[in-house]
Every structure is written in structure tokens, then in C-alpha cells.
């Protein structure tokens, strides 16, 4: 009877977790999907890219009972961590445009682009050559499969390790740097060498210049991210 009684205790105390983590996640999960929703509205309306709208339904069915984070994580990668997946807002990559001068004949890089998000919108509303790089294949397939079917021009995908390969030049460089050790922020550094000066980059929670002298903190933002706020750095090469 004790026996009886102690598991049915467990039984209970285990339903009660589930409801209370259950309670916890769901306005998370709400709040989330209204944060992308509001941004996307605001891109696609406000923004006057109104193809971003075309861009989105696309992935929305491309996507369909498909998780991106489960497709990051099921896919090689010398990362430590694994491959770690997030989207920047639009607002984010506006102002992000803004700041550095990003304009029609200028040239835009996204290091670990995702599914290739960022990289349409660069071009839809800054209308710069943008390209994105990614080593997580199933994303660069459905942004090059987007791309060909929209026929968009201007923008490239490719299937790279970002850390692993010599990086095309460009005038405004982005990387989702949050997860980033040391060691990779001292090799993105030896990548960049070669940018020429006055080159932009954009990090996101710790500056590139830290760890080289040939950058140079211009400016700083506070953005809000799906998972919180953190500081973005305005970086120009000057050596």
C-alpha cells in the first residue's frame, strides 16, 4: 500500500512539473511567434519590401512541420556547442544598414546567414549584393531554391564553414556572434585581415575589436533579440 501510495505521490508531483513547465513555456512560445509576427508586419508593410511578404510565405511552406532548430541540430558541426540557430529581426538589420552607409552598389556578408533570412532582406531594401554563407546545407538549399523560383538577383548562398574558408570581400560584414569562443573570434579577426580599410563589420554581445587592432568600435546599439536584448558593435577596419 506504501509502495502504491509513493508512486501515485511521484505520479502526481511529476503532472504537477509537466503543468507548471507546461504554464511556463506556452507564454514563451506565444510571445515569440508575436515578437516574429510584429517584426515581419513591420518589414514587410512599413518597410516598403513588400516581396519580403512573397520571401516569407515561401519559407513558410518550405518549412511546414519542419523545425530550423531541429535541422541545425541534426547537422555536422565542429562547433563545440553544436550548430547554434537564431534569426535576426529586420529592425535589427536596418539599422544595422543604416549605420554603415549600405547602399545600391555596395557589397553585404552574413557569416552564419541561416536560412537566408537577412540576406533578402539586405537586398530588398538596401538593394547591395548580398551574400550569405552557412555550413548547415538544408538552409543554403531552400534559400538558393527561393532565390532561383523568385528570380532574385544580387543575392548568393553558400555552403561554407565560416572559419575554414577565405571569406569574399565586402563593404558591410555581419556574424550572430554570441556563441562565439575566443579562438573563433581571433580567427574571424586573421580572416578579416584582408578586408580593405574602411570595411564594416557587425557583432552582436562582443566586439571584433577586442581582438584586433585594425577595427574600430564606431558604434553601439541596444537590440532586442527574440531571446532578449544585447549590444550590437558598429566596427570600420582603419588599418
Known amino acids: 500500500m506504501q ?4 508512486a501515485e505521490n511521484r505520479t502526481i508531483g511529476e503532472t504537477n512539473l509537466y503543468m507548471c513547465a507546461l504554464r511556463t513555456s506556452l507564454p514563451v512560445f506565444f510571445r515569440i511567434k508575436w515578437f516574429w509576427l510584429k517584426e ?5 508593410f512599413y518597410l516598403h519590401t513588400r516581396r519580403m ?14 523545425s530550423p532548430y531541429q535541422i541545425a541540430k541534426k ?14 529581426p529586420p529592425k535589427i538589420l536596418k539599422k544595422i544598414g543604416e549605420k554603415t552607409g549600405l547602399s545600391k552598389g555596395k557589397t553585404y556578408l552574413e557569416l552564419g546567414s541561416g536560412r537566408g533570412k537577412g540576406v533578402f532582406f539586405m537586398r530588398e531594401v538596401f538593394s547591395a549584393v548580398s551574400t550569405g554563407l552557412d555550413w548547415v546545407e538544408p538552409f543554403i538549399e531552400s534559400s538558393i531554391g527561393i532565390k532561383n523560383f523568385l528570380r532574385i538577383e544580387g543575392v548568393h548562398f553558400q555552403v561554407q564553414d565560416i572559419f575554414q574558408t577565405s571569406l569574399p570581400k565586402a563593404d ?4 550572430y556572434s554570441t556563441s562565439l569562443s575566443d579562438a ?20 552582436v554581445s562582443e566586439p571584433l575589436a577586442y581582438y584586433s587592432a585594425d577595427w574600430k568600435v564606431e558604434s553601439r546599439f541596444k537590440a532586442a533579440y527574440p531571446w532578449g536584448k544585447a549590444d550590437v558593435f558598429i566596427q ?4
Open 3 to 6: 509502495r502504491f501510495l509513493a
Open 40 to 44: 515581419m508586419l513591420h518589414a514587410c
Open 53 to 66: 511578404l512573397l520571401i516569407e510565405a515561401m519559407y513558410f511552406f518550405l518549412y511546414l512541420g519542419k
Open 75 to 88: 547537422s555536422p558541426s565542429t562547433h563545440p556547442l553544436g550548430n547554434i540557430y537564431g534569426e535576426t
Open 172 to 175: 558591410v560584414v555581419y556574424i
Open 184 to 203: 573563433e573570434f581571433l580567427q574571424l579577426a586573421k580572416q578579416l585581415i584582408s578586408f580593405p580599410k574602411g570595411a564594416y563589420v557587425a557583432t
Open 236 to 239: 570600420k577596419k582603419v588599418e
